[in-house]
C-alpha cells in the first residue's frame, strides 16, 4: 500500500507518492489558483500515470502555505515539520534547514535524531523569498536560470541597501542608470548577495550549524546557494530535487501514520 | 522680505514663496534624475511666476531626501522637521501629522508652538506608500487622481491576506482574474494603507488636530478609511504636498527673525 505527501505552495504544488519508503513519483506544478480542485487533479492524474488505484492510496498528508483545509487529505504538517522528517530522511547529519520558497523563507534547526528544536521563517514580507529573484529576473529580461548563471561569473559591484522588493527594484533601476556599463553578470551577482544577505539574517537569529541543506524552489538556483554559503560561512548541501523535500518528508510521515494504523488494527 | 522653502522628495519637487508670513506663490514639479537640477528647475518656474530673482530671496531652506544638494539654500532641515513646522503654520492647532510620501511615511507629534515632539517612519518597506499606491493603479489600470474617487463606489470591500506591497500585487492579479471589480480591490489597498497609518500612530501619540499631508492625502478614498478607522477627521491643506516646503519656509523666516535679534 502505498502513501502520499502533497505541500500546497503559493506558488507551486508538489506531490511525492511512496511505497516502502520508495518514492514511485513525484511532481511539481506551477500554480497559484484553486489549489483543492487542481491538487485532487494531480494527484489523480499522477496515481493514472503510475497505474496505481486511488483505493491503494492508504494515506495522504498535506503541508505548505495553502495546504490547510484540503477535503482529500488525510493530515496536516507544517511545512518546518515536513521539511525536518523530508531532510533528515535524504541527509542524516543535518542540523539547520533553509527552505526558500515563492513567498516563504523557513529556517529549521534540527538536533541528532532529526526534532525540531527552533524554527524562524518570514511569510510577510517579499524581501528574502522567491518573489524577489522573479521580479528582478523581469527588471533584466532574462529568466532565473541565466540570472543565476550570470551571478556566478559575476563580481559584487554594488549592494542594495533596501529591504524592501518594491524600492530594491528603484535602486537596481537608479544604479543602472548612473553606471550604463555595468554587466549583467555584476548586476546579477549584487542582487543575488542582497537576497542570500537577506536570508543568512533570518538564519543566523537561530544560529547556523553544520550540515545546512538548502530546500525550496530558490536551492535549485546555483548562484543563490553559492552566495547563501559565503553568508552564513557553510557548504550548503543541495538535494537533488529541492524543491519535493516537503511533500517528501508529508509523505514520510504518512508512512508511518499507516504504519501505526497498521499496528493498532493488530492489536485491536 | 522674501523666503523660499523647497522640498526635493522621490516622486514630486515643491517649492512655496513667502512675502514676510504670507504664502505667495506654490509649486509642484516632478522630481527628475538629479537633484540639483530639479531643484533649479522649479527654482526657475516660482521666479518666472512671481517675477522675483534668486538674489532678492533674505532665506532660502530646503528639505528632503535631495535636500544637501540645492545650489542655492543656505540651510537645510529634515523632512520631520519641515513637516512638524508646515502643518503648525497651517493648522495651529495641530498636534499629529500624518505624512504620507512617495516612497516614505511618518507620523509626528508637534506642541501648541510647533514644536517636535516625537515622531516615527516608515521607510523601509513600500507597503502604504505612493510608490504601492501607484504601483497598483497601475495594474488596475486606474489613472492615480481617480483611485480615491473610485474606491467610494465600491459595494463589497475586499480585506487582503497580506500588507506586503508585492505580495498584495500578485493578490490583487489573482482578484482581477476572477473578475472581482477593480473599485472593491482599491477599497483593499486603501484598508492596507489606513492599516499601515494606524501602525506608526500606535507608537506616538494620536491627538487632535490630525493633519494629514503628502500626495496620498489627495486620496479621498485613503481619507475616508483613516477618519472612519480612527474616528477622527484629519484636517487637510488644499494642497497636502506642500507642507513640507511650508515648514521649509517658515523656518527660513524664524532663523532670519532669530538673527536679526
Known amino acids: ?107 529549521v534547526k534540527l538536533n541528532e535524531r532529526g526534532e525540531i528544536e527552533d524554527t524562524q521563517s518570514n511569510d510577510k514580507c517579499a524581501a528574502g523569498t522567491g518573489i524577489f529573484f522573479e521580479t528582478m529576473a523581469k527588471l533584466l529580461g532574462t529568466s532565473l536560470e541565466d540570472m543565476g548563471r550570470w551571478a556566478l561569473k559575476g563580481d559584487v559591484q554594488f549592494e542594495i541597501s533596501s529591504m524592501c522588493v518594491m524600492f530594491a527594484e528603484q535602486e537596481v533601476i537608479s544604479h543602472c542608470h548612473e553606471n550604463p556599463d555595468i554587466s549583467a553578470e555584476a548586476l546579477s551577482a549584487g542582487i543575488h548577495l542582497s537576497i542570500a544577505e537577506r536570508v543568512a539574517g533570518l538564519a543566523k537569529r537561530l544560529g547556523i550549524t553544520e550540515e545546512v541543506v538548502v530546500t525550496g524552489g530558490v536551492a535549485k538556483n546555483p548562484g543563490f546557494v553559492k552566495f547563501l554559503g559565503e553568508r552564513i560561512n557553510a557548504l550548503p548541501k543541495v538535494p537533488e530535487d529541492p524543491q519535493i523535500v516537503a511533500a517528501y518528508g508529508a509523505a514520510l510521515i504518512a508512512e508511518e501514520r499507516k504504519k501505526n494504523l497498521q499496528r493498532d488494527r493488530k492489536a485491536g | ?193 489606513a492599516i499601515q497609518c494606524e501602525k506608526m500612530l500606535e507608537m506616538i501619540s494620536l491627538e487632535e488636530d490630525l493633519v494629514m499631508s503628502g500626495g496620498i492625502s489627495k486620496n479621498i478614498g485613503v481619507v475616508k478609511m483613516v477618519e472612519k478607522r480612527l474616528g477622527i477627521n484629519p484636517k487637510i491643506h488644499s494642497d497636502p504636498q506642500i507642507i513640507g516646503a511650508i515648514g521649509a519656509a517658515v523656518v527660513a523666516r524664524e532663523k532670519y527673525l532669530r538673527n536679526k535679534k
Open chain 1, 1 to 107: 500500500m502505498a502513501v502520499a505527501g502533497i505541500d500546497i505552495g503559493h506558488r507551486s504544488i508538489k506531490l511525492v507518492i511512496v511505497e516502502n519508503g520508495k518514492i514511485l513519483s513525484k511532481k511539481v506544478l506551477n500554480s497559484s489558483e484553486e489549489t483543492n480542485t487542481l491538487a485532487k487533479k494531480i494527484l489523480d492524474q499522477t496515481l493514472g500515470e503510475i497505474g496505481l488505484a486511488p483505493s491503494h492510496l492508504e494515506f495522504i498528508t498535506s503541508t505548505g502555505g495553502m495546504g490547510k483545509n484540503i477535503s482529500f487529505t488525510n493530515l496536516y504538517r507544517t511545512v518546518a515539520y515536513c521539511l525536518a522528517k523530508g531532510v533528515h530522511g535524504l541527509f542524516p547529519k543535518a542540523r539547520t534547514i533553509i527552505d526558500m520558497g515563492g513567498e516563504t523563507c523557513n529556517v
Open chain 2, 1 to 193: 522680505m522674501y523666503f523660499a522653502g523647497i522640498d526635493l522628495g522621490s516622486r514630486k519637487s515643491k517649492i512655496v514663496i513667502f512675502e514676510d508670513d504670507k504664502l505667495i506663490e506654490e509649486y509642484v514639479g516632478e522630481t527628475g534624475l538629479g537633484a540639483a537640477r530639479t531643484a533649479e528647475m522649479i527654482m526657475d518656474h516660482a521666479l518666472s511666476d512671481t517675477g522675483l530673482k534668486l538674489k532678492d530671496f533674505t532665506s532660502i531652506v530646503a528639505t528632503g531626501y535631495g535636500r544637501v544638494v540645492v545650489p542655492f539654500a543656505h540651510y537645510n532641515i529634515s523632512d520631520i522637521l519641515a513637516h512638524a513646522k508646515g502643518a503648525h503654520w497651517v493648522f495651529p492647532k495641530a498636534r499629529t501629522v500624518l505624512d504620507l510620501g512617495g516612497q516614505d511615511c511618518k507620523a509626528i507629534n508637534v506642541d501648541d508652538k510647533g514644536r517636535l515632539t516625537g515622531f516615527v517612519m516608515n521607510d523601509k518597506c513600500a507597503s502604504g506608500n505612493g510608490r504601492f499606491l501607484e504601483t497598483m493603479a497601475d495594474l488596475l489600470e486606474i489613472p492615480i487622481e481617480e483611485t480615491g474617487s473610485l474606491s467610494l463606489s465600491a459595494n463589497k470591500p475586499i480585506t487582503f491576506s497580506t500588507i506586503c506591497a508585492v505580495f498584495a500585487k500578485s493578490e490583487a492579479l489573482a482578484m482581477l482574474r476572477k473578475g472581482v471589480p477593480k473599485e472593491n480591490i482599491l477599497l483593499g489597498i486603501h484598508q492596507i494603507i
